[in-house]
């Protein structure tokens, strides 16, 4: 299994510019989880998926930010207009949820994204 | 609500030294506890995990037991290796049964040669 797929690795953006993250589960997850990692504010969990259908996304930062899960086998995590305050690492990870029963996530190699 | 907290870091050990970081957790019900490493510029991956209460979860070398009377789940090791450098993070399983973990701050080991 190829894992958690994410892309870009890296990204370096001017202020204002669009940009888009991309992540692909693991085949058979049905638990998809957006997390953001800073120095200062650790590793936030933005928002997360059960099934295609967003759960909670309380976590999101502000309207700039949104996430989308088309189909089973792939997210994105949008920010438009991007701030440097957004720099940050952005991680993806999936899971197989069943009721009770919880199963651990497998997190991706990560999008290091740089606002200028 | 549910929370894990973590000793803060950074940990700084000699080559072959005993490793303990703290975790103690609150939450509803009975969660599912997990320890997670990450390596510089590496995503999180599991290191051990246990189900329910007087459970040990163990992997590498690292053992950690789910203590329900005092909330905590501290990870051990006997000998740690520089190899061992990394963040860990404590979590917990959310009591609202949708796959969501909660994690701690995570703590840095720093291991010297």
């Known amino acids: 299994d190829a894992g958690v797929i994410q892309s870009p690795r890296h990204e370096v953006t001017e202020m204002g510019q669009e940009v888009t993250l991309r992540c692909k589960p693991i085949s058979g997850h049905n638990s998809l989880f957006w997390y953001r990692q800073t120095m200062m504010r650790g590793l936030e969990l933005l928002i997360y998926f059960n099934n295609n259908v967003p759960i909670d996304d309380s976590g999101m930062p502000e309207d700039r930010f949104s996430a989308k899960m088309p189909n089973a086998s792939f997210s994105t995590l949008k920010i438009q207009p991007s701030e440097p305050r957004d720099s940050a690492v952005y991680f993806c990870?999936?899971?197989?949820?069943?009721?009770?029963?919880?199963?651990?996530?497998?997190f991706g190699p990560g999008t290091r994204l740089t606002v200028l | 609500g549910d929370s894990v907290t973590q000793m803060e870091g950074p940990v700084t050990l000699s080559e072959e030294a005993f490793l303990t970081i703290n975790c103690t957790y609150t939450a509803t019900g009975y969660p599912s506890l997990f320890w997670y490493v990450q390596y510089p510029g590496e995503g999180l991956q599991l290191l051990l995990k246990a189900t329910k209460a007087d459970d040990k979860g163990s992997n590498k070398g690292f053992e950690a037991t789910y203590r329900k009377e005092t909330t905590s789940f501290h990870l051990e090791k006997g000998s740690v290796q520089v190899s061992d450098s990394a963040v860990y993070f404590c979590a917990l399983s959310s009591s609202s049964n949708t796959g969501k973990l909660i994690f701690g701050q995570g703590t840095t080991l720093q291991v010297k040669p």
């Open positions: 990870a999936s899971s197989k949820h069943r009721d009770r029963v919880y199963n651990e996530q497998f």
